[in-house]
């Protein structure tokens, strides 16, 4: 085990310059991320361990990570056995589930790369229209993991979340698996898949036609807003069709990672041509 006053790292990734206008902790906070929650430190350690910079745990915690201990030992990386309150401060939060990782940040895939690369047979996507909340952001993750969705787009524009650490431990481990997308303009990228033949489906509430009643093709995107405004009228001009999860009178709409479970179900359904109520 190391000692409490062992100065942190200062390995820095490609990409990621020594510009003398940063500071210190400037420089720290790009080339690291404190990740925590049992799935997501678990998952991420499974899928690349070598990114993996400091591990702190709890008491309870310890016996099952036997092997990143070890890693760390064989790689004179710090770990240490934490109490409660000294894990909350080192994960910025109290739903560490008693263990953090510091690694050194997964990088976000390019949308344009990816629609100029090779794509898998059927290939779907999810995409996001200005989902601000964090934890949504990482439960739609989780979901397009569950259902094998090719991927899931996100732009770095307007109230669009990014994804943080409360996001990954939303995700359980969702982004060490499915990869994520990034994009200037989401209205841009959706115009840009219709030039190869993506079909773009918007999740409307206000939509005329059922999700259920729809035949989709693919390739496929499809695209859910926030749960306030629904989707923006540039993301929704650049749809090929706009469907609606239909339910009762009583509740308008659904929480929009509940709603993105749904879509992808059926969407799984129909990618395998299983008949309606049949996943495989």
Known sequence: MTRKGEPASQTFPPGVARSPHKSRSQRIKESEV???GWNACLRAFERRPKDLLRLYFSKERAPKLAAAKAWCRENKLPYRLLENADLEKAAGTVHH???????????????????????????WWLA???????????????????????????SR???QAQFGPSAAR?????????PVYECGNLPSALRDLRSKKVFVLGLDSRAKTSLYDLKITFPCAVVLGNEREGLSA???SRCDQVARIPGTADMESLNVSVAAGVVLAEMARQRRGSPRGQMA
């Open 34 to 36: 404190a990740l925590y």
């Open 97 to 123: 589930e008693g263990v953090v990782m510091v690694l050194r940040p997964l990088k976000l895939l390019s949308v344009h790369d990816m629609i100029r690369g090779t794509w898998p047979d059927k290939p």
């Open 128 to 154: 996001l229209d200005q989902v601000s909340n964090p934890h949504n952001v990482g439960a739609v993750l989780r979901s397009c993991a569950f259902f094998g969705a090719t991927g899931m787009l996100l």
């Open 157 to 159: 524009e307007g109230d």
């Open 170 to 178: 939303m995700a359980e481990g969702g982004l060490e698996t499915t």
């Open 234 to 236: 540039q993301v929704k």
